[in-house]
């Protein structure tokens, strides 16, 4: 039998290249080798956005923009948390065994009573409980988590041990972390420093949704210098930069041209930046059509959350059936 992948998204904003190179090529991968769960994770919203300004409609972008960028609905379930509530059974019962004093520890958490100190709600200390839950739901082997969410992760594998020992039986699989380790391809930003990010500012990330007119925008606007001042000088990060993302979207020849241009110390910044505008856009064109041509195809989107939805919920009841046989809830 194969092992079970189970992956949360976040309805946050729209997906950017660093993205694409990153989760949605891994979730690509586990698809064709997993039996793989990806969900969004609407319900986790709540923690930090009571009251979230068009739930829906960023659910559904997500969704377009994971499908668009090779998600296949044959290959994984696909599906929204809250259209599988059988999740909050299981997270009710395992908070029956979470601690206060440990869910308080979790830096998440910590960090979160720094950022909004106001709304120190208790969904947002039984967070990881609910995300033990998604996982715990589907009995995963493994989660691809990034170095973020390994605390959560940890809270995930504890509770599920407990479980077990509380009521003497090994039922819950202790979930992994699975690690790609080396195999990511790390998207600079264009601000000269560090990583795509949406949060590192305005101009600092393209987006997979974005028109033409703005990617070359953005590109024309990322951090250079002065230029090279000896021949063959090392590059200082921000030019590395966008050596970097012209690599991932560029043909081998054109930054050859560009590097040999960098050492003889002929390079033109303006120049580089024209070419690597346009080969994001090349690179980008196949997928933002796709997010149009699936964002206006309401029926089809429907289909595929509907179908997500059914087979997670078989998974889903299955494990609430035998959990609660477990701890004690029968039918007379
Ligand atoms: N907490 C994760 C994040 O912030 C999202 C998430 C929710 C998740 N439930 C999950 C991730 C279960 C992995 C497994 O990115």
């Known amino acids: 039998m194969r092992e079970t992948v189970v ?4 309805p946050t904003g729209n997906l950017h290249l660093g993205n694409y190179f990153g989760a949605v090529k891994n979730f690509i991968r586990l698809q064709n080798e997993y039996n793989s769960y990806f969900f969004i994770a609407d319900y986790h919203s709540l923690t930090t956005h009571p009251k979230p300004e068009d739930l829906h409609g960023r659910v559904k972008t997500i969704l377009v923009e994971y499908l668009a960028a090779g ?15 059988e999740v909050l059974e299981l997270y009710l019962f395992l ?10 520890r979790v830096t998440t958490f910590k960090e979160k009573v720094r950022k909004q100190p106001d709304n120190v709600n208790a969904g947002l200390l039984t967070y990881p409980t609910l995300m033990a839950a998604d996982i715990l739901l589907h009995n995963a082997d493994f989660v691809p988590v990034g170095k973020d969410q390994e605390q959560n992760l940890e809270k995930a594998r504890d509770f599920a041990g407990r479980f077990n020992f509380i009521y003497g039986k090994e039922y819950f699989k202790i979930p992994q972390a699975f690690n790609f380790g080396n195999e990511l391809v790390k998207v600079p930003g264009l601000d000269g420093s560090g990583k795509m990010g949406k949060s590192e500012g305005e101009g600092n990330a393209i987006f997979l949704a974005e028109d033409e007119k703005s990617i070359r925008k953005k590109v024309m606007r990322a951090v250079t210098d002065g230029g090279p001042t000896q021949l063959n000088q090392e590059k200082p990060e921000a030019i590395q930069n966008l050596f970097t993302l012209m690599k991932i979207v560029s043909k081998p020849e054109t930054v050859q041209f560009f590097d040999d241009a960098y050492n003889n110390m002929s390079i033109r910044y303006g120049d580089m930046k024209k070419q690597l505008a346009e080969d994001i ?3 980008t064109a196949p997928l933002r059509e796709r997010i149009i041509e699936l964002s206006n195809d309401d ?5 595929v959350a509907r179908t997500g939805a059914e087979k997670a919920r078989e998974s889903a009841s299955k494990t609430i059936r035998e959990v609660r046989d477990i701890i004690g809830f029968r039918h007379f």
């Open 71 to 85: 998600l296949d609905p044959e290959k994984a379930t696909l599906y929204v948390q809250s259209d599988v509530p």
């Open 299 to 303: 029926e089809y989107i429907n289909k």
């Open 95 to 104: 908070n029956m065994n979470a601690y206060v004093g440990e869910l308080e």
């Open 281 to 283: 856009v090349a690179f």
């Open 7 to 10: 992956s949360g998204i976040r």
